[in-house]
């Protein structure tokens, strides 16, 4: 069987997201088949502000929070051996990962 397969990760962290890319794309290559990517996609901003002080006195300051989430795509022209190979990276608990097939 040989078809593509579409691999996009989500991260909190950039470097454990590029570091699993890598590892993707090393397989790949070792294997010999046709890669696409990493392509970075846009990074998602979560914005919070929280106030500092939870009473009605005092001033209203307030802290600001950003959660950023980082995106990869990479496509592999694969067939099963490198599938087989790509499910077998251990992936940190900071990165989701997610596998289409067309």
Not at 31 to 60: F, M
Not at 72 to 97: C, E, G
């Amino acid at each position: 069987m040989s078809g593509v397969a579409v691999i996009k990760l989500a991260s909190i962290s950039k470097s454990d997201a590029d570091g699993v890319m890598k590892q993707i794309k090393d397989i790949a290559q070792s294997i010999g088949v046709k890669v696409k990517g990493p392509i970075p996609l846009p990074t998602k901003r979560i914005k919070h502000a929280v106030r500092k002080a939870p009473g009605a006195d005092g001033s209203h300051t307030y802290e600001k929070w950003e959660l950023r989430i980082h995106k990869r795509l990479i496509q592999i022209y694969a067939n099963d051996q490198a599938l087989r190979q790509v499910m077998r990276i251990p992936v940190p608990d900071t990165v989701q990962i997610e596998i289409s097939l067309t």
